[in-house]
């Protein structure tokens, strides 16, 4: 069934009205800061109204009644966005000096140590679905952990990113996958993305000095190299449809070979991540847009913007000027970052739409169809951190 064609309920009026509006009228923008602080209060609200009110982050609000994650409104708590949002509030209580946003994420990380499952891996989607273990997930969540243990010293986020990692070690096969822990949601054999994932344990690796991990996350990264096309292009690298990959995982699989390659030193890494950066930039519409869905020809295959895709290859662009002085990487990366601040509406009196980053632009688009997701909304805070504040842009933010 076409999820468009669904009974008009009150709820359903507001996201066609987001989608029209975001479609005919000319946003106005605002400054950085205002958009940072609008989309922070999003993710604040995210936490404190999520529908299993445990501490973690609401996968999305929901502004429309059809099949997944509950009906219309906040959604249940979400453990792998949760773990890479708490770097992100660790970084935003810096930047705003506001201690709350600290407390917050010790919140996130104390929940995360709760529902671990005893085989140190990380349960795939949100809380209350049938529990099972996710290799992507477990990695994210890495981030989180590592970022608590930084800030308070406490062991007890250490240990728990320790059994995640050697929970991952255990589960990865010869070519550096880690099939044998695929989220359900997964689509066999084309999870190059999970070099995301290794970048989380070659961090981990360095933060406890266990080479095991370092091993693992470099085994992992030169089997995606190995899926890296002449052109940049990666394949075997989407959720639903490798031909086209979507964004979003494009987005994962730069920044963990990047991300890997800053950590080890290593210019094969850092050269694969610029080439497929380069490709980007040809990509760009001059205002700032990237289509949402791009094949092995780097040619848009998607009518719409997958805005956590757009934010995420912002920060890749950012961090890659950062260490090699790409001019051109953060003058993409502030045309694509001011897009999505056209998408985002600072007024709407319905605090689930307010401040939060959509899944797509158009709202109806394919990806998080009209759903505001709690992880776009991290990446865009990250992107305009990134962009604001150059001892940040240095060091980078942990997932």
Known sequence: MNKK??????IDREAKRETLDARNVATTTRSDK???GEAAKWLCRAQDNSASADGGVARAFKCTRYWGY?????QPSYPETTGYILPTFLALGDFFDDDNFH???IKMADWEVEIQLPTGAVMGSVVGAPISPAAFNTGQVIFGWLSA???TGNKVYLNSAINAGEYLVSIQDAAGGFGKGDSQFARKGATTYNARVAWALILLGKTCSRD??????KQNIEGALKKQNENGWFADNCLTDARKPLLHTIGYTIRGILEAGILLNESRYL??????????CRCQKPNGQISGRLDENWKPKANYDCLTGDAQIAIAWMRGDAIAGRKEYKEAARRVIDFIKTTQNLNHPNPGIRGGIKGSFPFDGEYGQYELLNW??????DALMLLNDTSLLKKGIAG
Do not use: Q, V
């Open 5 to 10: 064609l669904w009974h008009i309920l009150p």
């Open 34 to 36: 205002t958009h940072l």
């Open 149 to 151: 243990f930084g800030n």
């Open 70 to 74: 509950g009906s219309y409104g906040w």
């Open 376 to 381: 776009a909304t991290k990446f865009f805070c």
């Open 103 to 105: 407390k917050r994420a």
């Open 212 to 217: 095991e991990f370092i091993a693992a996350g």
């Open 271 to 280: 050269d694969a991540a610029f080439k497929a950066m380069d490709a980007l």
